[in-house]
């Protein structure tokens, strides 16, 4: 896996409207993973006995409870940015402050980090999410032939 290097530096140089566009930009990117996360319960219920065979629950448990995590840390990234955005008035009111201003400032660029991981977490959860649902497709189209023999 690569990894990158970010300068924190370049927050500094986001202008209010910049890091309005990015905020908004999150907010309708984890609402829409909210939506997402609606449909992976309907699939989990839909597919709740296999999902509870024993040989394989112990690792669905896991996945599911990921899952469960997910949406509460998506919850919690909503509310935080519902807040910083809010806060932007802090740069635009025209007044210098500077203490404040840096604040924003600083706790935009955690929201970068805090989103950047949540979507990589998410991504690997939607894997082995549909990794999950594939297999268990296969399953049963495998002994719905077998059964038509």
Known sequence: M?????NSKYVEWLSAEEMH???????????????E???FEDLIKSYTLKLIEPEKFSDNKEVIDVLNRSQKRNNLLIEAIKVHENEL????????QLKE????????QGLIKEIKE???NYRNLKTQLF??????KKEDKRNHLLDNK
């Open 101 to 108: 201003e840096k604040a924003y400032r600083n706790s935009h």
């Open 21 to 35: 566009e990015a905020s908004k930009e999150w907010l309708s990117e984890l609402l829409f993973i909210k939506d």
């Open 37 to 39: 996360h609606l449909f």
């Open 118 to 120: 949540f979507q990589t």
């Open 131 to 136: 990794d999950i649902i594939k297999s268990i």
């Open 2 to 6: 690569k990894t990158t290097q970010t």
């Open 89 to 96: 008035q802090i740069i635009v009111d025209g007044v210098n």
